[in-house]
């Protein structure tokens, strides 16, 4: 230290104890305190405080005593010159001592985003070490911006180099950045050089100089942050920024303005996307220029868990842990992170090739205690775990092996194995377990090298799996991996009788007995049950006897029996014997007595069905308890339980009790003659539910003023529930309700009457007083302990007039005669159908034709209109009061004149028409009818001789109708009108060629009759008129 610098702090300390000397006395004598003066205060401010404390008017009679006027000056006088000597060499000694940085440089690292700074201090005094603190100011921009203010302190000597990083969050590319700093003694030997320094100049820092008119650049490039932190993405550009739009991993972002040419987004809280990096770019719009860039997430490394080391032999000391999520990124960013084992008591260090474990020699030598820190480190941070441990302490022992099976029987077994040698000072404890029939065997051996155990008590025929395990017996880490063997232990003949039940049901004089039985389990089959051997005995006739081999798994057999006395044997059969038998009695009465027992209700319960009996006389040896539970075919798997003597109650559960399923319970005691006989009949339900459906009612009796309801048909055994009664709901416009009815309201808003009938046997009700000619609904409804039934449709009814009787009693009688009058027409329709509207005749079955055949008319025969297919037909048929056109040369007929024949001419068509030929011409007598006013049914009488056939050949049609025409109009003025009728005379043409001369004498009759000359109608006075000879012969056709 200097001279300088001593006579300074000897200055002040003498100053300092000067004043609180001065202090001390100047309060003990006048009792007036003495102001503080700072050391940095001038003797000037001193001398005036002192001044100041001796005027009497500042004070209350501040006066100093006489004796102490001296002192007092003496004590100014040495102040003022210790003041002075200390400023002056204060000002010199700060004049000296200037630590201002000099020769400060600013470089950058575009990888880390960082500005370096480097700079020295050149005025230490005298090459001494002195501790400083530096402060450092960053701005962006411009100077005046500043964006970052810090303090680094080190220790510096003359004339060194100091070097400083800054990492910036926004990339260096992006801004220009200016630098500064001043500095202060940091050391308490020398507070006065505590004092900073003059800022050193600004250092400007450009990394991107010049822009081009359409660039675009986005910065940082290919940046590694860690998930979670954050990350600031800047672009500079020569182009307007309204045009420049930005994307992270597709997706819109927008930034903040840095300047003209800038723009940063700062993203905060990253995500790992994936390893591969996240793409962030920028474009012009409406233009090709793009630019972008990939920066990195890493995963945060996660601390090793489970870290622990254990050896199988006492040669290798195997570490294992849980690595956590890999932290590696694809294009050699970041590698996955590598993992160091160090052992701090032997000092060795070795790089793991694995991710989660790592192998250790181990030496010779003698040592047992290890203490192994694992550290895994990335790019961004380490992480570190540790464990002692002493090596004995970590044995975790190899399988067992050469498991062996000895003296397999059908209960023992000799098992042995043997272990891995881990020296003859270190014991383990096997532990062995045996799994077969549903159990689980374990016991525990120690050994050292060989192991052996006897299992006894095992199940005949069952296949068993042995494994065994090892630890270290004195200080147990873990057990070593199973080692497992499998063997089967051979069959024995069953060691009990099969548990057997029955039915027996009395049909025509015969007994049908259904014997049920269940398989025996493992532990009593000892072995594969393979088939069962029932055995029926006739207590009458003991010498016979029925043998059934049931295979299995049947559980039953159907026997008929007549109605004796049987006992039945029951066995089960392995591959070795036979079991003991079940004995089941079937007396020669069947013992259920069912219309004897009286049918009791019961409820079950979550866990099932409490029932209880009355106990039994002496004679009981146990009671079965047996009951149904239906399955969805319908078919009734019958259960039991079998019980001692001296019970009187059971708890009956089985999974598969269902909601809403009625079950039956009977109570059978078992005589000592093993008979079994039934005691009391239970019903109920597990848990009841609400009805499925409602009754149907039919209406009956219904009167003007009250009508019957009934429900004969519904059923209560198969409802879901006990059915308790029925409500019967009735609903009245008047909306008043009968004695007896309750008001209800359903669905919310409907007001109806209620009635409950409390007798479920009760399936009629009657509704009264009841007003005629009103309309009523109603809906009766069945309800068990769960609910009523589903609400169904109302059906309305009507009550008919109070006189409606009265109607009824008139219209049935009505109703009744017309009935009897239609029966009776209907018995005698024969006789009034022959009276009102007989029959026409048939002109086949008519006595007439018979009459008029002759010798001289053979051939005179009946004509069927079916046997004719005419070529033209023209009828015609004018009453009076019209005209008609007969042919083509008829005059027309005036309304005065008489009324002419009907004409109907079946003439053929052809060239030879004209010509005469054959006919046979006929008269239907069966219509020559009289058609006089009175209706007669009588016939008119007509003369057989010459008829015109026997004429010869008909003339032509034109003269024989004028001939007709003439003789007819003059022989009606002179016949009389109930005497005219018609005859109807045909000529046929034959079909036989040639002979014009004469009819043949048996002529042929014509498959198809087409050449008809004519057919007309000629009364029967006419009938026997000779015709013209002369008239010519002539045909037309129609």
């Given at each position: 230290m200097s001279f300088a610098h001593l006579n300074i702090i000897s200055g002040n300390i003498l100053l300092e104890e000067l004043q609180s000397h001065t202090q001390r006395r100047i309060h003990d004598d006048i009792h007036f305190p003495m102001p503080q003066v700072p050391a940095s205060q001038s003797s000037l401010q001193y001398v005036d405080l002192v001044r100041r404390s001796e005027d009497p008017r500042l004070g209350r009679k501040a006066r100093i005593p006489g004796p102490m006027a001296f002192f007092a000056v003496f004590q100014k006088t040495l102040l003022l010159a210790l003041l002075s000597w200390r400023t002056f060499w204060s000002e010199v000694l700060a004049e000296y001592v200037s630590l201002t940085p000099e020769s400060l440089k600013v470089s950058t690292n575009s990888t880390c985003q960082c500005l370096q700074l480097q700079w020295s201090v050149h005025q230490l005094p005298h090459h001494q070490e002195l501790k400083m603190l530096f402060q450092m100011e960053i701005s962006r921009i411009k100077p005046s911006n500043v964006i970052w203010v810090g303090n680094y302190s080190t220790t510096v000597k003359r004339d060194q180099v100091l070097h400083w990083s800054w990492e910036s969050e926004l990339p260096l590319e992006c801004a220009t950045h200016f630098v500064r700093i001043q500095s202060r003694a940091d050391d308490a030997k020398f507070p006065e050089l505590s004092i900073w320094s003059n800022w050193s100049s600004w250092e400007e820092v450009h990394v991107q100089r010049s822009l081009g008119p359409n660039t675009l650049l986005v910065f940082p490039k290919n940046k590694l942050v860690e998930e979670g932190s954050s990350i600031t993405i800047c672009y500079i550009s020569g182009i307007n920024h309204n045009n420049i739009t930005c994307y992270l991993h597709e997706k819109l972002i927008h930034g903040v303005q840095l300047d003209s040419n800038a723009s940063a987004f700062k993203l905060n809280n990253i995500p790992f996307i994936r390893k591969s990096g996240t793409n962030f770019f920028c474009e012009v719009n409406q233009t090709d220029i793009k630019s972008g860039t990939t920066f990195f997430v890493s995963k945060v490394l996660e601390e090793p868990k489970n870290f622990s080391c254990e050896t199988q032999d006492f040669k290798t000391l195997k570490c294992t842990w849980y690595p956590g999520v890999d932290t590696g990124l694809d294009w050699n960013m970041q590698p996955s992170q590598s993992y160091t084992l160090f052992e701090s008591f032997s000092g060795k260090k070795q790089n793991c090739k694995h991710?989660?474990?790592?192998?250790?020699?181990?030496?010779?030598?003698?040592?047992?205690?290890?203490?192994?820190?694992?550290?895994?480190?990335?790019?961004?941070?380490?992480?570190?775990?540790?464990?002692?441990?002493?090596?004995?302490?970590?044995?975790?022992?190899?399988?067992?092996?050469?498991?062996?099976?000895?003296?397999?029987?059908?209960?023992?077994?000799?098992?042995?194995?043997?272990?891995?040698?881990?020296?003859?000072?270190?014991?383990?404890?096997?532990?062995?377990?045996?799994?077969?029939?549903?159990?689980?065997?374990?016991?525990?051996?120690?050994?050292?090298?060989?192991?052996?155990?006897?299992?006894?008590?095992?199940?005949?025929?069952?296949?068993?799996?042995?494994?065994?395990?090892?630890?270290?017996?004195?200080?147990?880490?873990?057990?070593?991996?199973?080692?497992?063997?499998?063997?089967?232990?051979?069959?024995?003949?069953?060691?009990?009788?099969?548990?057997?039940?029955?039915?027996?049901?009395?049909?025509?004089?015969s007994h049908i007995v259904t014997l049920f039985w269940k398989p025996l389990s493992k532990l009593h089959a000892n072995g594969k049950i393979l088939f069962y051997n029932v055995v029926v005995e006739n207590l009458d006739e003991p010498s016979?006897?029925?043998?059934?081999?049931?295979?299995?798994?049947?559980?039953?057999?159907?026997?008929?029996?007549?109605?004796?006395?049987?006992?039945?044997?029951?066995?089960?059969?392995?591959?070795?014997?036979?079991?003991?038998?079940?004995?089941?009695?079937?007396?020669?009465?069947?013992?259920?007595?069912?219309?004897?027992?009286?049918?009791?209700?019961?409820?079950?319960?979550?866990?099932?069905?409490?029932?209880?009996?009355?106990?039994?006389?002496?004679?009981?040896?146990?009671?079965?308890?047996?009951?149904?539970?239906?399955?969805?075919?319908?078919?009734?798997?019958?259960?039991?339980?079998?019980?001692?003597?001296?019970?009187?109650?059971?708890?009956?559960?089985?999974?598969?009790?269902?909601?809403?399923?009625?079950?039956?319970?009977?109570?059978?005691?078992?005589?000592?003659?093993?008979?079994?006989?039934?005691?009391?009949?239970?019903?109920?339900?597990?848990?009841?539910?609400?009805?499925?459906?409602?009754?149907?009612?039919?209406?009956?009796n219904l009167t003007s003023r009250s009508f019957a309801m009934t429900w004969k048909d519904y059923s209560t055994e198969s409802q879901p529930g006990f059915i308790q009664g029925y409500r019967v709901y009735l609903k009245a416009r008047a909306r008043q309700c009968h004695p007896g009815f309750e008001n209800v309201v359903l669905s919310g808003v409907s007001i109806y009457c209620k009635y409950t009938i409390d007798d479920p046997k009760k399936k009629t009700f009657v509704v009264e007083n009841l007003q005629p000619e009103s309309s009523y609904e109603f809906f009766v409804t069945s309800y068990t302990g769960a609910g009523e039934g589903p609400n169904g449709t109302f059906t309305e009814v009507t009550t008919p007039d109070e006189h409606s009787h009265m109607m009824i009693l008139i219209i049935l009688p009505m109703i009744l005669g017309v009935l009897l009058i239609m029966l009776s027409c209907y018995w005698k329709s024969d006789w009034v159908k022959e009276k009102c509207y007989p029959d026409i005749p048939d002109p086949y079955k008519s006595s007439i034709l018979s009459l008029i055949k002759s010798k001289e008319n053979p051939h005179l025969t009946i004509m069927s209109v079916k046997d004719c297919i005419p070529d033209a037909i023209e009828v015609i048929n004018k009453p009076e009061g019209t005209k008609t056109q007969l042919l083509e040369t008829r005059k027309p007929v005036t309304e005065n004149e008489l009324t002419k024949p009907i004409y109907l001419y079946l003439l053929p068509e052809g060239k030879d028409s004209s010509d005469p030929g054959p006919c046979i011409c006929f008269e239907n007598f069966t219509y020559n009818q009289s058609a006089s006013d009175s209706g007669s049914c009588g016939h008119v009488s007509v003369p057989l001789e010459d008829p015109p056939c026997q004429l010869g050949l008909l003339p032509s049609p034109n003269n024989l109708l004028k001939t007709l025409e003439k003789n007819y109009m003059n022989s009606l003025g002179e016949m009389p009108a109930e005497e005219t009728s018609l005859s109807y005379v045909s000529q046929l043409a034959s079909p036989i060629p040639g002979d014009k001369d004469s009819l043949p004498t048996n002529p042929p009759v014509p498959a198809h009759c087409s050449e008809y000359k004519m057919q007309m109608a000629v009364p029967p006075c006419l009938a026997s008129l000779p015709l013209n000879e002369n008239s010519s012969q002539s045909s037309m056709t129609l």
């Open positions: 991710k989660n474990s790592c192998n250790w020699k181990i030496t010779q030598d003698v040592q047992e205690t290890y203490n192994f820190t694992l550290t895994t480190a990335n790019y961004f941070r380490k992480r570190s775990v540790n464990i002692i441990f002493n090596l004995t302490h970590r044995v975790h022992p190899m399988a067992p092996h050469s498991v062996r099976f000895e003296s397999i029987g059908a209960t023992p077994v000799l098992m042995s194995w043997k272990v891995h040698a881990l020296g003859n000072y270190l014991t383990l404890q096997c532990q062995v377990e045996l799994q077969g029939d549903g159990k689980v065997i374990q016991h525990s051996v120690d050994m050292k090298v060989n192991g052996k155990l006897l299992f006894g008590e095992l199940v005949p025929g069952t296949e068993y799996m042995a494994r065994v395990r090892c630890a270290n017996a004195k200080h147990f880490w873990k057990w070593s991996e199973w080692t497992v063997e499998n063997f089967t232990t051979p069959e024995a003949a069953p060691s009990e009788a099969p548990d057997v039940w029955r039915t027996v049901k009395s049909e025509n004089r016979t006897s029925e043998l059934h081999a049931i295979p299995a798994p049947a559980r039953g057999i159907k026997l008929t029996l007549d109605q004796c006395s049987y006992r039945i044997h029951i066995t089960a059969n392995n591959s070795v014997g036979t079991s003991p038998a079940s004995v089941i009695m079937v007396p020669e009465d069947s013992g259920n007595r069912t219309e004897e027992v009286e049918e009791e209700r019961i409820i079950g319960k979550e866990d099932g069905f409490f029932i209880s009996w009355k106990p039994q006389s002496g004679d009981v040896i146990s009671y079965v308890v047996d009951w149904c539970e239906p399955h969805q075919d319908l078919f009734c798997d019958l259960q039991w339980k079998k019980l001692g003597p001296n019970t009187t109650f059971s708890l009956i559960s089985s999974d598969t009790f269902r909601p809403g399923v009625r079950y039956n319970f009977r109570i059978y005691g078992i005589s000592t003659k093993k008979t079994a006989y039934l005691l009391e009949y239970k019903t109920g339900y597990s848990q009841e539910l609400a009805p499925l459906d409602s009754p149907r009612v039919a209406i009956a």
